[in-house]
């Protein structure tokens, strides 16, 4: 395929896989970094692709830094960010196509755990958008032998199933920290996919998006790895830590910290239940312990499976 000047916006564990992954592919990649290296508008130049790897704290700032540089028009944004605005509640794709509304924007998002894709090991992702040559542009640029893409139309749900999963990642690394068995983890992930359909839903997603890479493959590999970040916040504070006390030693960024805030808001506003999302935000206030929270789950109203 022809090749592509793609410029990466965030030097995380993230950004740097994905920048790996174009140029082994032969693109040529500009990384562009808050803390030094090149200048946002010498990596922007001509830029084909703009693909932002920006912790969610971040977007919303470098989306405005972007918009006093000259693009082509025909510049595909791509997102891989996991998190939700605090302030707006936007998703990083919609920030993005509100800052740029002529612009394609994708969404970049699967079971992808950083350092297993830094070792080449075989995963797969998933690039959806409303415009479907944009996706599969994106789709051609990033696929290789180790790693397969897939295009969606579904933006929202492919976007928002990464975003949620973390709350569930945190939960399910508190069920592994208390050694609750296999059982509690096998109702935990299920009855959170329940949960992320159910608020998916509200947003405009498409139920089936959630049985795929981008919502049931992403929870399943964030929930039992603990190379997972959000995995590692619930395992170290049902060891007793605090949150302050695990965030000190962490390493980038556990997004579900911040999207249990902001989704806990949406979902009260919009009369959604989410229990566990309920308990995460409670543990991680300081409210509760693991084991109230675990209580907390069990001992709820009992109900059909399905309303
Ligand atoms: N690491 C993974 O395995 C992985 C996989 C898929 C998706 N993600 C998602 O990608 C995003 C980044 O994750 P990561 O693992 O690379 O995190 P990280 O903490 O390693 O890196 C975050 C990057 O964002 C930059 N950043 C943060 N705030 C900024 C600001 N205000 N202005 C400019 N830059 C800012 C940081 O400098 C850093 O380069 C997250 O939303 C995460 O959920 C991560
Ligand atoms: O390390 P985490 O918890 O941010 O998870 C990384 C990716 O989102 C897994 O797909």
């Known amino acids: 395929m022809q090749k592509t000047t793609i410029a990466i916006l965030g030097a995380g564990a993230w950004g740097v896989a994905l920048a790996n992954l174009a140029t082994a592919n032969g693109h040529q990649v500009r990384l562009w970094s808050r803390r030094g290296g090149q200048t946002l508008q010498t990596v922007l130049q ?3 692709i703009l693909l932002s790897a920006i912790s969610m704290q971040g977007v919303r700032e470098v989306a405005s830094q972007v918009q006093s540089f ?3 028009p025909t510049t595909i944004f791509v997102t891989a960010t996991k998190g939700l605005d605090p302030q707006t509640t936007l998703t990083p794709s919609q920030i993005w196509q509100t800052a740029f ?16 894709i830094e070792q080449s090991l075989p995963a797969a992702t998933v690039v959806a958008s409303q415009n479907q040559a944009a996706a599969e542009l994106v789709q051609m640029v990033f696929s290789s032998p180790c790693f397969r893409v897939y295009t969606n139309p579904d933006p929202i749900g492919v976007e928002l199933g990464g975003t949620l999963k973390n709350i569930m990642a945190i939960a399910a690394g508190v069920c592994d920290g208390l050694h609750l068995g296999t059982n509690a983890k096998a109702a935990l992930v299920t009855r959170g996919l329940t949960e992320i359909i159910r608020i998916g839903r509200s947003w405009g997603a498409n139920t089936e998006t959630f049985y795929g890479l981008s919502g049931l493959g992403d929870l399943l590999a964030t929930c039992n790895s603990p190379l997972s970040r959000n995995y590692q916040v619930g395992y170290q504070m049902a060891s007793g830590k605090t949150l302050t006390e695990v965030l000190a030693d962490l390493p980038g960024t556990a997004e579900g910290v911040n999207t249990c805030r902001v989704l806990l808001r949406h979902a009260q506003h919009h009369s959604i239940t989410v229990p566990i999302t309920e308990q995460v935000y409670r ?4 409210e509760i312990t693991p084991r ?3 209580e907390e789950l069990m001992l709820r109203d009992i109900k059909p499976e399905y309303n």
């Open 46 to 48: 001509n830029a084909q």
């Open 70 to 72: 000259p693009l082509s």
């Open 101 to 116: 509304p002529h612009h394609p924007v994708v969404v970049l998002s699967g079971p992808n755990l950083s350092k297993e």
């Open 283 to 286: 543990l991680l206030q300081g």
């Open 292 to 294: 109230q929270a675990l």
